[in-house]
């Protein structure tokens, strides 16, 4: 039974590192994000949700790097093709729903002062966040199948009742 109890709190401590992990990257793309869009919007006459859109995209560059390479790094990494292809697709819905806030509140509710653009780009970056963490962790950036292999087979061996192997009636 304790083993049962230890397996579990090893795999509380080892989802709360990955979204610390994750966190540190996708923190340090908010800041790139932001940053690329004020920019942007300083230096262009370019509408908000194309000024945002061009941030996004360079945040997801930015990011599918540190998600490779720090947060993910011990996981399967033997379809890169199919993991940047799967990484875009659900990176691009990320896109969508987070400027798809920005959209609204700009040209929905006419929300477009500086502060409010911010504020709102952060806000979708935020519920965009959820979906991302959601979709790389389940489709993108999978565990190593022997890795699961193995720690479910052991986990099953510890919760087995010990056996005695079956021993013919002939002698």
Excluded: C
């Excluded at 795999?11 to 990257?25: H, Q, T, W």
């Excluded at 300083?42 to 540190?66: C, W």
């Excluded at 990484?87 to 509140?105: K, P, T």
């Amino acid at each position: 039974m304790e083993h049962g109890s230890t397996g579990h709190a090893s795999g509380l401590r080892r989802i709360v590192r990955e979204v610390a992990k994750f966190g540190a990257v996708g923190g340090a793309g908010l800041l790139v994000n932001l940053a690329v869009f004020n920019l942007v919007r300083h230096v262009t006459d370019l509408q908000v949700v194309r000024a945002s859109v061009i941030a996004t995209v360079v945040s997801i560059v930015f990011n599918y790097i540190g998600f490779r390479y720090f947060t993910y790094r011990d996981r399967d990494k033997s379809g890169r093709t199919k993991e940047l292809t799967l990484f875009l697709f659900f990176s691009v819905i990320g896109m969508v729903i987070e400027n798809g806030v920005l959209y609204v509140a700009t040209y929905s509710f006419h929300w477009d002062s500086p502060l409010q653009s911010n504020i709102f780009k952060f806000v979708g970056i935020g519920i965009a966040t959820l979906f991302r963490f959601w979709s790389y962790r389940t489709w993108v950036f999978k565990t190593l199948p022997a890795k699961e292999a193995v720690a479910s087979a052991e986990a099953f061996l510890e919760q087995s009742p010990a056996r005695e192997p079956r021993v013919s009636g002939r002698a």
